[in-house]
T-cell receptor, first 113, second 113 residues
Framework: NAGVTQTPKFRVLKTGQSMTLLCAQD?????MYWYRQDPGMGLRLIHY???????AKGEVPDGYNVSRLKKQNFLLGLESAAPSQTSVYFC????????????FGPGTRLLVL | KQEVTQIPAALSVPEGENLVLNCSFT??????LQWFRQDPGKGLTSLLL?????REQTSGRLNASLDKSSGRSTLYIAASQPGDSATYLC????????????FGTGTRLKVLA
């Protein structure tokens, strides 16, 4: 099993450009999450999904959109990138049963100039 | 609003020392608490998960305790090794609302050989 994979690993964008981050998991997990990690602020939840075709807002959803068309994939989109979106983005997944750990991807480092 | 704090932000110890990492949270209505390890440039790996009804969990040289009433958890690392050098994060899952974690900002640990 590859676990949770993220594409790309690193990206540089100019302000106003758009991009999509891809998260894939091969563990047949129902729940998937997108976090951002910034220095001194810990991980903050952007959006999450409790199953194929569902999405919900987390703590910091503004400026991001998500889609879960297939159970194994969770896409995070930035329509018009801003320097404040410079961060490391992590995807995670789990089966969704209460009390279960989350499995994390290796992260995507995004720099917006 | 739940706030999760980890002190100290960074810690440097000689190899072999026993050490304690602290995690505090403001709202005791938690479902569980989890400790994660993050290596530089990598995603998070779950170390221990403590249910709200439990007092502690152990895995090898790691022991995590939970005192819900006082809003505290500690991660005890016995006989520290250079390979333990990493950032350690705690996260709480709230009783109310959809299952999702609130993370602390982490403690960056360096074990000197």
């Amino acid at each position: 099993n590859a676990g949770v994979t993220q594409t790309p690993k690193f990206r540089v964008l100019k302000t106003g450009q758009s991009m999509t981050l891809l998260c894939a998991q091969d563990m047949n997990h129902e729940y998937m999450y997108w976090y951002r990690q910034d220095p001194g602020m810990g991980l903050r939840l952007i959006h999450y999904s409790v199953g194929e075709g569902t999405t919900a807002k987390g703590e910091v959803p503004d400026g991001y959109n998500v889609s879960r068309l297939k159970k194994q994939n969770f896409l995070l989109g930035l329509e018009s990138a801003a320097p404040s979106q410079t961060s490391v983005y992590f995807c995670a997944s789990n089966r969704g049963a209460r009390g279960e750990t989350q499995y994390f991807g290796p992260g995507t480092r995004l720099l917006v100039l | 609003k739940q706030e999760v704090t980890q002190i100290p932000a960074a810690l440097s110890v000689p190899e072999g020392e026993n050490l304690v990492l602290n995690c505090s949270f403001t709202d005791s209505a938690i479902y569980n608490l989890q400790w994660f390890r993050q290596d530089p440039g990598k995603g998070l790996t779950s170390l221990l998960l403590i249910q709200s009804s439990q007092r502690e969990q152990t895995s090898g040289r790691l022991n995590a305790s939970l005192d819900k009433s006082s809003g505290r958890s500690t991660l005890y690392i016995a006989a520290s090794q250079p390979g333990d050098s990493a950032t350690y994060l705690c996260a709480v899952d709230m009783t109310s609302g959809t299952y999702k974690y609130i993370f602390g900002t982490g403690t960056r640990l360096k074990v000197l050989a």
